[in-house]
């Protein structure tokens, strides 16, 4: 069972248009961060969300908490071409420092 | 950019050698990761240090080891290559533990 479940796994849109993508679990998590992974790179982080009902908001990007900390989602506005790559919600629940990652969801925006 | 640097870059062995793979970091965080991906399955944790000789597995621990003898550095051995070992690995580091990691370029291993 994936600690962390995203969905959609797979999202292809043309640009312009908005998109949610999601990240859930049963468990708490005192973090979760979001990041996005570009082929031949490692990830990198985009955003950590902390507080219960937290939304951070990064340009064309809103990331949201869920108020029991078991959930988060990435919102984005008019998405560009460039936003292309795999998002990455990842956390450590409880007290351990077991990094985990969910599958990921492949965005595609066409031009 | 985070200071971590994976080598090699990209290795071919055959089965049954062992393997090494090294990360070095120059941020002196305290926590390093291993992890592989592979398609379908996403990042997946191998071995986590905590600190020097300092660490724990991850959810596909079997088949590799790590050590940590210097903050800097966290080596990935497989002590006996096998081809479902082929895959992309990537090292990273955090000062947290609880997110907010660093990530390598990654290490391309095929077993033949």
């Known amino acids: 069972t994936q600690l962390l479940e995203q969905s959609p796994q797979f999202l292809s849109i043309q640009e312009g248009e908005n998109l949610t993508v999601y990240c859930n679990s049963s468990s708490v998590f005192s973090s979760l961060q979001w990041y996005r992974q570009e082929p031949g790179e490692g990830p990198v982080l985009l955003v950590t969300v902390v507080t219960g009902g937290e939304v951070k908001k990064l340009k064309r990007l809103t990331f949201q908490f869920g108020d029991a900390r078991k959930d988060s989602s990435l919102h984005i506005t008019a998405a560009q071409p460039g936003d292309t790559g795999l998002y990455l919600c990842a956390g450590a629940p409880g007290s351990n420092y077991k990094l985990t990652f969910g599958k990921g969801t492949l965005l595609t925006v066409n031009p | 950019d985070a200071g971590i640097t994976q080598s090699p870059r990209h290795k071919v062995t055959e089965t049954g050698t062992p393997v090494t793979l090294r990360c070095h970091q120059t941020?002196?965080?305290?926590?390093m990761y291993w992890y592989r991906q592979d398609p379908g399955h996403g990042l997946r944790l191998i071995h986590y240090?905590?600190?020097?000789?300092?660490?724990d597995k991850g959810e596909v621990s079997d088949g590799y080891s790590v050590s940590r003898s210097k903050t800097e550095d966290f080596l990935l051995t497989l002590e006996s290559a096998t081809s479902s070992q082929t895959s992309v690995y990537f090292c990273?580091?955090?000062?947290?533990?609880?997110?907010?990691?660093?990530f390598g370029q990654g290490t391309r291993l095929t077993v033949v």
């Open positions: 240090s905590y600190g020097v000789k300092d660490t």
């Open positions: 990273a580091i955090s000062e947290s533990g609880w997110g907010e990691a660093f």
């Open positions: 941020e002196n965080h305290r926590y």
